[in-house]
């Protein structure tokens, strides 16, 4: 139906019937494309090109009560240093195939580290970002910098920077990582490099030297003048969202535009450099949703994650219609119709995608049905 707004649908290709002599004849062409590697358009074109993105991933929720349950279990089990590097359990589309790829282009994790254990430090060139889904207790130390990871805030290691972890607290502490590995992967464009064993500052500062610098709202330091493709802040505390969000909310009590559609507010985590996305490859976002309110139901090119943080939710992807709850991760594969209605206490997510992929090459597309 929704090729049929795009343009024509699709026919297929008319294949006059063969004779026995002439199929035998198209058996042998085929088979002999096939042992040296040929194959012809004709027979897949309608695969390779269909007339609106056809996904092979699927929608999927994951109970963030079970990745818990697994990733404590893993505490128990699984040590965590050099070689292993992280406890993180990654999360495999059912539809890609057993990799472990949340969409074609993103990695989604859960990490769970256990008082007092340090992840070692490494870097590789895949963007990466963590998001505090619920405690505290470890440091993120990125190229020597020691950040707090702390309930609700995002986190970045763009490619490249050396970074390690360590608990000092005397609980566990498990968050969500969000890599662009599949597309390095699948591109080929990865590299990676151990760092030392040992973090290079244990240190427990209240805040970052990057939120020193970058972290006070529309003012940045002169002394570093220019564009940084990723941005330098390593923390983005839950305050400020929170904060942000709350507002946004307020303006519309009063009456004031803010917020994106009734009772949805939502912001975008940006690169203070530029005011574009955090990072080349990933975007991240966090809405808000009173009680009872829905977001615009759209299509988009390109893959979103969904944690639901806080409340509760109803996720509609296509014709499918997922409940969430605290912790929970869905993910909403390119060109289905999305939308979210918030549960009667209303609805937190964090939302991270590939879009910046496909708005730098000129890819990107949205439609939004009318009449709804
Ligand atoms: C990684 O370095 C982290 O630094 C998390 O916490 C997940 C998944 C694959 C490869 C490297 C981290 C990762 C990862």
């Known amino acids: 139906m929704l090729g049929a707004e795009y343009g024509a649908e699709r026919t297929e290709g008319q294949v006059p019937p063969a004779t026995p002599e002439e199929q035998a004849e198209l058996d042998e062409m085929y088979a002999r494309m096939e042992q040296i590697h040929m194959k012809p358009l004709w027979t897949q074109i309608g695969g390779l090109m269909p007339t609106t993105p056809e996904p092979r991933a699927v929608a999927h929720h994951w109970q963030w009560r079970e990745l818990y349950k697994l990733a404590s279990r893993s505490g128990e089990l699984v040590p965590v240093g050099r070689g292993g590097e992280r406890r993180a359990i990654g999360l495999a589309n059912p539809g890609l195939g057993g990799d472990t790829y949340i969409s074609p282009t993103l990695w989604c ?9 340090n992840a070692p430090e490494h870097r590789h060139s895949q963007n990466a ?16 910098d020691p950040v707090p990871m702390r309930r609700g805030d995002f986190l970045l290691t763009p490619g490249w920077n050396f970074h390690g972890h360590h608990n000092i607290a005397t609980e566990p502490m498990a968050w969500i990582d969000g890599l662009d590995i599949p597309f390095a992967h699948d591109m080929d464009t990865g590299f990676f490099e151990y760092g030392t064993e040992e973090l290079t500052d244990e240190g427990t500062p209240e805040h970052s030297r990057s939120e020193q610098l970058w972290a006070h709202p529309g003012l940045r330091p002169l002394s570093f003048p220019g564009q940084a493709s990723a941005s330098p802040l390593g923390r983005y505390a839950w305050e400020h969202t929170d904060a942000a969000l709350n507002d946004q909310l307020a303006l519309e009590d009063a009456g004031h535009a803010g917020v994106v559609s009734p009772g949805h507010a939502a912001i975008r985590y940006t690169n203070p450099t530029t005011g574009g996305d955090v990072m080349t490859t990933i975007r991240a976002e966090f809405h808000r949703l009173r009680p009872g309110a829905a977001t615009t139901p759209v299509h988009e090119v390109g893959n979103r994650v969904f944690q639901l943080f806080e409340g509760s939710a109803t996720i509609h992807v296509g014709d499918e219609s997922f409940t969430a709850e605290h912790g929970d991760i869905l993910n909403v594969p390119s060109w289905k119709k999305w939308s979210i209605e918030a549960g009667p206490d209303g609805a937190d997510l964090f939302c991270f995608s590939d879009h910046p992929i496909f708005e730098a090459l000129h890819l990107a597309r949205t439609y939004t049905p009318k009449g709804i």
């Open 109 to 117: 994790a859960i990490q769970y580290l256990m008082p007092g254990e």
């Open 129 to 144: 970002f963590r998001f505090v889904t619920e405690g505290e207790g470890v440091w993120t130390v990125v190229n020597g």
